[in-house]
Nanobody, 126 residues
Framework: QVHLVESGGGSVQPGGSLRLTCAAPGRSFTSHAIGWFRHAPGKEGEFVAAISRSGDNKIYADSVKGRFTISRDHAMDTVYLQMNSLKNENTAVYYC???????????????????WGPGTQVNVSS
């Protein structure tokens, strides 16, 4: 497993932006696909976005397409989630997960990911 840490959460008004960061202190995760999920109070956890180990394959939930961008910096060993045009309903705890299987693709099922960070809170409100 990989110990992941998320950062970058905070409070923002609707229409604002945040950039979340996922890192694995002390080790590299360049060989793993990484995904972002979120869990809002009273709701099921949901897939947000994922990126393949190479960074070439990216997939998004329909609800965030065109507003969120996932990317990775292999030199910095970091994955980012740029979130623009945030909405109230995007309020949630956001988690990054690592897919430590040998897959070359990005996948969305939560069961594909076997290592998780503690999450970072995102609050969108006016």
């Amino acid at each position: 497993q990989v110990h992941l840490v998320e950062s970058g959460g905070g409070s923002v008004q609707p229409g604002g932006s945040l950039r979340l960061t996922c890192a694995a202190p002390g080790r590299s995760f360049t060989s793993h696909a990484i995904g972002w999920f979120r869990h809002a109070p009273g709701k099921e956890g949901e897939f947000v976005a994922a990126i393949s180990r190479s960074g070439d394959n990216k997939i998004y939930a329909d609800s965030v397409k065109g507003r969120f961008t996932i990317s990775r910096d292999h030199a910095m060993d970091t994955v980012y989630l740029q979130m623009n045009s945030l909405k109230n309903e995007n309020t949630a705890v956001y988690y990054c997960g690592a897919d430590t299987s040998p897959t070359l693709q990005a996948q969305s099922p939560r069961t594909s990911f076997d290592s998780w960070g503690p999450g970072t809170q995102v609050n969108v409100s006016s």
